[in-house]
């Protein structure tokens, strides 16, 4: 990775600027996630900017359901440099339509949850219940959690 512009700090900046903890901040070190950290003369691990936005990426990698594994793969990914940019791609692109597609079932789950408040809302203002539209009964299966998607291998 290349070497960091501006003025280094230690990890307490590092957690005042991402909202992590520095127990968070050195458990992803642990786990191979945090790339290039030095150590100053004192052997306190050092920062730059590189590792706020590398913390940001790991926490929404996280967020969107990327597991620790993949985060590793792709850092370790990260770390061989340039020639590594196509495999960098096809993870995140793999990953990227996971998240489409779990984007796409929250919004039909969110869609049936607007659909079943507006029922109550018509009942309670008309005080007599609505008929079902069939569209609106959901099936069994539709609320049985599907299982994640074979991630394709680079």
Known sequence: MPADRGIPFHIGELATRTGRTVHAIRWYETQGLVPGVSRDEGGRRVYGEMHVGWLDLIDRLRRTGMSIAEMREYTALALQGKAT????????????????????DWKRALSLVDRKIDFYDEWMHTGHRPPLIPAETPRVESLTPKPPKPRKSS
Not at 85 to 104: F, K, N, S
């Open 85 to 104: 940019l196509p495999q960098r791609r096809g993870m995140l692109a793999a990953h990227r339509a996971r998240v489409a597609d779990t984007i796409a």
